[in-house]
C-alpha cells in the first residue's frame, strides 16, 4: 500500500521516494498534499494512515498545476 501511495503522490507532482516505505519523506508529501487539497488537515508521525486520507490522495486528478 505504501508504494501505490507513493505512485499517487508522485503523480500528483509530490515528490514522494518510490521505495514501498511509508517514512518522513512520504509523510511530508502526504502533509504537504493535505495543505494544498484541503487546508489545516495533517497525518501525525504514528504511520496510521486513515482510509478518508488514502481515499483523497487516491483519486484521479488534484495535486499541484503542471508548470508546462
Excluded: E, W
Excluded at 501511495?5 to 507532482?13: G, I, N
Excluded at 521516494?17 to 484541503?38: E, H, I, K, R, W
Amino acid at each position: 500500500a505504501a508504494l501505490y501511495l507513493q505512485r499517487k503522490l508522485k503523480a500528483k507532482l509530490y515528490p514522494a521516494p518510490q521505495n514501498g516505505v511509508f517514512d518522513d519523506a512520504t509523510l511530508d508529501c502526504v502533509n504537504a498534499f493535505l495543505a494544498d487539497s484541503v487546508g489545516d488537515a495533517r497525518v501525525q508521525k504514528d504511520g496510521a494512515l486513515g482510509m478518508d486520507v488514502f481515499r483523497l490522495i487516491c483519486t484521479v486528478g488534484g495535486g499541484r498545476p503542471h508548470l508546462f
